[in-house]
Each structure stands twice: as structure tokens, then as C-alpha cells.
């Protein structure tokens, strides 16, 4: 069993629901009045899936604020400080490979990002900002569908050796 599979489902919906909350708490106590902010938009966490690395599970979305839209690393673990805040690290996310800034806060811990919009004011309502998020998820996690042709021409099973010299007996 993996990790993925071995973390239950209460405790990533209990992980992404601090990220969330964590940011709805800032756009009250810290954003509030900042012309930064798209009155059309709230804190929402986009696409987020548990992907296993060396140093253990990483919930991986975007995360939607009205200030910001950003790709999103947020371990399964509430992490200490340590001493990576601050830095530009280079991670995988899907396909291709992004700067991520490291950041630290008391509420949900070591997490990484990179801004993907900001500020957003371009996006006219939530529904836009979460359609823009979800075709950036599915450029970045492309599915991979066999194609039937190439099914078609697949050769056919290799006989065990045992068949082979049981003509297919055995």
C-alpha cells in the first residue's frame, strides 16, 4: 500500500480545509480594504491530489484567493520551519517543472508556491477563475489514452517457455 493510499480521505479533506481557512482568515484580517482584492472572488482549492516524493506526501493543486491564483505544495505533515523559507526551489508538478517560492506559516505550516495571476482582476466571477484553473491542471496532468489502433496492431502474447516447447499443451 502506499502512502496515498494508507492517508485517508478525512485527513487530506482536513489538510486542504486549514489551507483554505488559513487564507479566508488573511483576506480578513490582512487583505481587507486592499485594492488588490476581486470583490467576485473567494478562497477556493482547485484540483489538489497527493503525490508521493522522497520526503513523503505533498497535496498538489491551485489555489484560488481574490488576490492571487497559484500552483500549490502543501505537505501531508503541518511541518516545522526549518530552513528552507524563502528559497526558489525547482519541482515537478504534472509534466513540467516550476520555480516554487518557500514559505512557512504558523497556521498550516511549510508550504510552496508559484503564482500563476496576480493580482485578478481579469477574471469577471469564480466560475472564470476556476475554469482557468482546471484547464491549467489538465494542461499539466495530461491523460494518457491508449489509442485503438495501436491496440489493433499489438503483437501477440509471447507462449511461456513451457507452452512453447509443449506446443501450446501446457
Given at each position: 500500500m502506499s502512502q496515498a493510499e494508507s492517508l485517508s480521505p478525512v485527513a487530506f479533506g482536513q489538510r486542504l480545509a486549514a489551507l483554505?481557512?488559513?487564507f479566508e482568515?488573511?483576506?480578513?484580517?490582512r487583505m481587507s480594504g486592499v485594492p488588490l482584492l476581486n470583490a467576485a472572488l473567494f478562497?477556493?482549492?482547485i484540483g489538489f491530489i497527493w503525490q508521493e516524493e522522497k520526503d513523503g506526501l505533498i497535496a498538489e493543486g491551485i489555489l484560488i484567493t481574490p488576490w492571487f491564483m497559484s500552483l500549490w505544495r502543501l505537505p501531508a505533515q503541518h511541518l516545522p520551519l526549518g530552513d528552507r523559507v524563502g528559497q526558489?526551489?525547482?519541482?515537478?508538478?504534472g509534466s513540467e517543472s516550476f520555480d516554487f517560492m518557500t514559505?512557512?506559516?504558523p497556521a498550516i505550516g511549510y508550504h510552496e508556491s508559484c503564482a500563476l495571476f496576480s493580482p485578478?482582476?481579469?477574471?469577471?466571477?469564480?466560475?472564470?477563475?476556476?475554469?482557468?484553473a482546471l484547464a491549467a491542471l489538465a494542461q499539466l496532468r495530461p491523460v494518457v489514452v491508449a489509442s485503438p489502433a495501436?491496440?489493433?496492431?499489438?503483437s501477440p502474447?509471447?507462449?511461456?517457455?513451457?507452452?512453447?516447447l509443449l506446443r501450446g499443451l501446457a
Open positions: 483554505v481557512a488559513h482568515r488573511v483576506q480578513v484580517e478562497v477556493e482549492a526558489s526551489v525547482a519541482r515537478h508538478f514559505a512557512f506559516d485578478m482582476h481579469d477574471f469577471a466571477s469564480q466560475e472564470d477563475a476556476r475554469n482557468t495501436a491496440s489493433s496492431t499489438a502474447p509471447v507462449p511461456s517457455r513451457r507452452a512453447f
